[in-house]
């Protein structure tokens, strides 16, 4: 199993970035997918997910209306588009697999995490 994030780097404040998750070894179209992120000194917290089918998504409030979620099942990969980013978006973002198929809660599987910085 593999979840491969990429997309991180470093961005100015309003600035935009999109996060891509590609995904193998497993049914993908019968998992939900979320993006979890930690930054240094701070718990790590759920950021959004998306059901299986795509039609259903979450967004923690602090990320409400900057951040977009969506999933290609065709080809097996999920993004997270992040604009009107602010410091404390910050963090290492982790893109996470849930069998629940509509909601992620305690992740089956999980990837290596890919850098957020926004900075001047």
């Known amino acids: 199993v593999q979840l491969q994030a990429s997309g991180g780097g470093l961005v100015q404040p309003g600035g935009s970035l999109r996060l891509s998750c590609a995904a193998s070894g497993f049914a993908f179209d019968d998992y939900a997918i979320g993006w979890f992120r930690q930054a240094p000194g701070k718990e790590r917290e759920g950021v959004s997910c998306?059901?299986?089918?795509?039609?259903?998504?979450h967004y923690a409030d602090s990320v409400k209306g900057r951040f977009t979620i969506s999933r290609d099942n065709a080809k097996n990969t999920v993004y997270l588009q992040m604009n009107s980013l602010k410091p404390e978006d910050t963090a290492v973002y982790y893109c996470v697999a849930d069998s629940l198929t509509h909601t992620v809660v305690v992740p089956d599987y999980w990837g290596q995490g890919t850098q957020v910085t926004v900075s001047s």
């Open positions: 998306i059901s299986h089918t795509g039609d259903t998504t």
